[in-house]
């Protein structure tokens, strides 16, 4: 299947943490670039965070120092860990694995940042 299986969204107080996971069907090292996107209702898909086949990570400015990424190999699994949880937090989270012009999709989950 071209598709990723991703888990680990709720609902969470703000300063709270989750962790969403991502699986692909396939090595891992066949991408060079897996993370996630997310996109909150009126705004655009904005990337939050990745890492590449050499391990160097991205993150959005609006995240960083609260966010990591990580993957572990033998699992074919990336996860992010989603630290002091804001408001602005809130939205669909889609994890996706890119290789050349082949991007592949989770189904998507949903994050929200609520008292």
């Known amino acids: 299947q071209d598709q990723l299986v991703e888990s680990g969204g709720g609902l969470v107080q703000p300063g709270g943490s989750l962790r969403l996971s991502c699986t692909v069907s396939?090595?891992?090292?066949?991408?060079?670039?897996v993370g996630w996107y997310r996109q909150a209702p009126g705004n655009e898909r904005e990337l939050v965070a990745s890492?590449?086949?050499?391990?160097?990570?991205h993150f959005a400015g609006s995240v960083k120092g609260r966010f990591t990424i990580s993957r572990d190999n033998a699992k074919n699994t990336v996860y992010l860990q989603m630290d002091s949880l804001q408001s602005e937090d809130t939205g669909v989270y889609y994890c996706?694995?890119?290789?050349?012009?082949?991007?592949?999709w989770g189904q998507g989950t949903q994050v929200t940042v609520s008292s």
């Open positions: 996706y694995a890119n290789q050349l012009s082949r991007y592949s």
């Open positions: 890492i590449n086949i050499g391990g160097i990570t």
């Open positions: 396939e090595n891992i090292f066949n991408f060079n670039s």
